[in-house]
């Protein structure tokens, strides 16, 4: 009932009262979760307003005041997302008695918001931006609750402009806000949520599983983890499209992608963007030879692969992918040639297989995992089906199978089908039939809801 209340007040209210009720409804909303853990984004927030007018009106001293911000908000990420890992890995390395692991819970959404400000400040200081005078502006921009856990990652010089604007509430940017949340809604909790049951099944045990069992389960891996990434991101665009404000596209279609290269500019654009941006391009990107273009590729992808998490399995999906964004600038040519079928099963072959050990548990597990679907005994069709979907617990192997077609069936439905969230609802029509449909699918999405819905980016 959050957004639909919210949205009532925010109509209600004259134009110079909403941005302020906007903000107290987003730091309510992420109170919800725990309320101590505001201080930390009131304490980002406070850093980086002083310090980009510090900028301003102390040229001289840009830098200083640069490093103040980066220093204070990248130790709170370090802190509570990766103190224990580092000691840990530290004192494992050197043969140290570990001094006890502090037991600190990681704020939802603090490696979101945390890249936000970076982005802010690193802006101010290149005189994209200019410095935000409205603590309440740059509180909101921070702070905007559809978007704050999970994403996308918003620029200043998107978002902020838009704060100076009075952004009308329509029925147009409802109609369009409530479809573009629908389709999210949709893919999460229909597709991701219910391929999922499989998915985690032959996780939590993959030795107990045969080769035809895993390579499903890899695959509906990739496909619930892409349905509930980009159905989160379209409910945030969706909510932010209601009150009249603009996020950014976040996916593409990326199990379209023929090289790794572009799938990273399908795939969470948000965080690729600001990768490229922020690290790739002030490391030097391209610009100084082919070996130092590695090494920041490389460096690029490492320090986004330890972003989704604090864990050595993150840190190798990352070099996985550094190391084949570097094989592709160095076999470009011969791989361009290739028939684009053969380059898409190329490219979607090692993307599922990195997501092995982006999910798996344990580096024996991801091995396991991937020796099973490397060894797979193909027998006839309907015995590798009814045993790929034999799971234990009381399944029926052929009903299972039909079950979980359906839903590989619409996850293809989503993906492909509806082809792109954004054109489609960009020719929407209030019509009776549209009406009708959506109250239908507002109606399976929330009988869909059977219990609590974790999205899987919450996690990082």
Known sequence: MFFPVVFLLYWA???RGRKYFLLAASYYFYM??????????????????????????????KKLFLAVS???????????KYFNFF?????ELFGLAEPGALKLLLPVGISFYTFQTLSYIIDVHRGKVEAERSPIKLALYISFFPQLVSG???KAGEFLPQLCEDRNVSLVNLEKGV???????????VIADNIAVFVNAVYSNPVQFGGGTVLLAVVGYSIQLYCDFSGYSDMAVGCARGLGYELPRNFNMPYLSRSVKEFWKRWHISLSTWLMEYLYIPLGGNRKGKVRNYVNLM?????GGLWHGAGWLFLL???MHGAASVLYRIFRKPYDGLHPALQWMINFGFIVVAWVFFRATSLADALAIVKAMLTMNFGPLRDSITSAFALPGGFNPDGNAVYMMIWYAASLFACLGLRNTYEKTMDFRPTVCNALSTVLMILYCTLSLSSVSVFLYFNF
């Open 87 to 91: 000691v840990g890995s530290f004192c």
């Open 299 to 303: 460096l690029t992808m490492v320090i």
């Open 179 to 189: 479809q573009i949340f629908l389709f999210g809604l949709f893919k999460k909790v």
């Open 70 to 80: 980066l220093t204070m908000n990248l130790g709170l990420l370090f802190f509570f």
């Open 152 to 154: 996308p990652i918003v």
């Open 317 to 319: 999906w990352g070099l």
């Open 32 to 61: 919800c979760w725990k309320p101590e853990f505001i201080v930390l984004i009131l304490y980002s927030t406070a850093v980086d307003y002083f310090c980009a007018l510090g900028m301003e009106r102390r040229a001289e001293q």
């Open 13 to 15: 209210l004259p134009h």
